[in-house]
């Protein structure tokens, strides 16, 4: 069954048409790659579904619900979580209590239990310490809870952003170029937590450049170029497909 | 630094505390003997910073927590103050009674402000807040309603009395407005240290990042406003009790800019910075007498120093030490801090080989119990175990 399903997407940024028409669905428990040129329309897509940019046309739906005008926040508490392209952790912070703001949207605490420090917060609150600290372990950052999120080397900062949406105990995982900026041995240390992100039977849909990670990770491909969905299959389909040579892997090659 | 030495300076650090908290409780007692006849002088000028630290610790939520730029708290207090001031003498309810109407008030009229201008980025929020503070100082000169006295304001406000003891000297509003300062302080911590005081942090670090990690930014920055505004409410009762008159030039922008004075210069988001703030910028100008006109020209330049040589305030804010529940607390009890060296520890790790940092990092379970070594990435995955937490939060 579909878990998330796009009917008809459309956004327009004044005149251009960032993503113009998609429909596609991303079944429950798989992971499901969206690749395509730069500027393609992949980030705009995601930011769709997470509601952090409104629709022009077209509907989202997740496990049957519509989730047309909805809050970001209110998406999140659905089961939707997500990473950033260009990493926005609260950079001030602990690793901990960046891990700590994804349980937000878990808890119950109000202001007033906050204020007067009453026994149910208590409780709630030791609850998501051992939460934050299993999630920052899931990703081997654990030893660094302490730290301020900013001092982190780029590889880790994307892992911190990994355990901070994990930590909103998703049912599906928007990852936005997870591997940007990481070494190999660390891109490697991502395949392992990839899998280990399937174990738990959340479905992931994820925007990558480097080829070979979308290969080894996806067990189905969606293909983007200027804003329309030009193809989409398992990876070694893909991968022979002649418009999306022509479209996306032929400029890949140009590039690097 | 080892993690003995780390506990023992706390405790010494908590040592501290407890005797400067006593010898303050004293401090009645000693101006008695040491400043004599200017005695009552001194716990007055003591008065007056105790309620501009509750005033500023209020606007800490807003400004420090929320990094909400907001210059207009004096509106809250003048609210909190009026309607207080107001039922006491057009209704004759004893003043602490109308402290709950005061809260209330305040906290009202800053969610109705808030509302429509919340989404608003720093700048443009500066302006409005300002604006309040305006509208709300002509409104009471004006004397909406009929009940505000106009320009000269209200008179004859009864004392405080607390079951059966009327406050009436400096001392005793001494230990009134202390003891509301202690327990603002400990609310506050208790409130940094939660799911809301950390929503708040969030808000101020990435709005985009909070919202998407579930924070309802707009629900948060509101009720930053109203919890800020109804504590500013109640020290307005409290002010207005004290002075017995108050009249709207007490309330004027002034008032809000010395507020936020003290926040940033103390430290927005560190309770210990806005307290030594509220120290410097009321306590110090009646200790250096003729400095008092040249106050705001002079905290002004402190400011614009601050700013660029410490932005973060004298006393910057910290992330709150957590208790780490077990097994946690234990399995990274003796690592070092890295909350400052990070960067440097990070960089370190990796140059000393491209394993270093990965594989270890990933295979978690095992950094607690070195003797493995470096496992193969591969069956690392085997040491997550994920299910355990998986319905903890729920
Ligand atoms: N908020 C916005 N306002 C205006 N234009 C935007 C906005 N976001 C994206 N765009 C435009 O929409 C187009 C698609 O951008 P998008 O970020 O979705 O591309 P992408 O496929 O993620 O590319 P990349 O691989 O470089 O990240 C681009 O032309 C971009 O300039
Ligand atoms: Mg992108």
Known sequence: MALLSLQKVTKTFGGLVAVSDVSCEVSSDSVVGLIGPNGAGKTTVFNLITGSIRLTEGDIFFDGKSLKGLRPSRIVSLGIARTFQSIRLFQGLSVLDNVLSGCHCRMRSGLFSSLLHLPGQRREEKAVLERAMIELEFVGLAHLFRSAAGSLPYGDQRKLEIARALATDPRFLILDEPAGGMNEQETMTLREIMKAIRKRNITVMLIEHDMSFVMHVCDHLLVMENGQLIAQGAPQEIQKNPKVIEAYLGLEDDDE | ?394
């Open chain 2, 1 to 394: 630094m080892s993690f003995a030495s780390a506990s023992r300076r706390k405790s010494f650090g908590s040592a501290l505390t407890v005797a400067a908290v006593f010898v303050f409780a004293c401090l009645p007692f000693l101006l008695g003997h040491l400043a004599g006849s200017s005695a009552p002088y001194w716990l007055d000028v003591l008065n007056t910073v105790g309620l501009y630290a509750i005033l500023a610790l209020s606007l800490n939520i807003i400004l420090g927590h929320a990094g909400l730029f907001h210059m207009g708290h004096a509106a809250f207090f003048a609210v909190g103050a009026y309607v207080s001031a107001i039922l006491n003498l057009t209704f004759d309810w004893p003043i602490m009674a109308t402290i709950p109407a005061a809260a209330l008030a305040a906290g009202l009229l800053a969610g109705l402000v808030a509302w429509p201008v919340v989404h608003l980025s720093g700048d443009y929020l500066l302006i409005v807040t300002i604006g309040i503070v305006e509208i709300v100082r002509i409104a009471l000169t004006n004397d909406i309603f009929g009940l505000t006295g106009g320009p000269n304001g209200l008179v004859g406000i009864s004392r405080p009395e607390i079951m059966g003891f009327r406050l009436t000297r400096p001392q005793h509003f001494f230990y009134l407005i202390w003891g509301l300062v202690a327990v603002s302080v400990l609310l506050f911590d208790w409130l940094e240290r939660s799911r809301f005081g950390r929503a708040l942090k969030y808000i101020r670090e990435d709005v985009v990042a909070a919202e998407s990690m579930g924070v309802n930014t707009n629900k948060y920055k509101i009720l930053a406003f109203v919890i800020g505004a109804a504590w500013a409410g109640l020290a307005g009762t409290v002010y207005a009790s004290r002075m017995r008159t108050i009249s709207p030039e007490s309330f004027n922008f002034t008032e809000s800019v010395f507020l936020f004075i003290i926040v940033i210069l103390g430290g927005r988001g560190n309770q210990k910075g806005v307290l030594l703030g509220s120290f410097l910028v009321m306590g110090l100008p009646e200790i250096f007498r003729g400095f008092e006109n040249k106050r705001l020209l002079v905290f002004g330049a402190a400011l614009v120093i601050m700013m660029i040589f410490r932005p973060g305030g004298l006393l910057p804010a910290r992330s709150p030490g957590y208790k780490l529940p077990e097994p946690y607390r234990s399995r990274y009890k003796r690592l070092p801090d890295l909350s400052s060296g990070g960067v440097f520890n990070g960089a370190g790790s990796r140059a000393n080989g491209p394993n270093a940092s990965a594989s270890e990092g990933f295979a978690s379970g095992q950094a607690a119990a070195p003797s493995s070594g470096s496992g193969e990435s591969s069956d690392s995955s085997k040491v997550i175990s994920v299910d355990v937490g998986q319905d903890l939060v729920k």
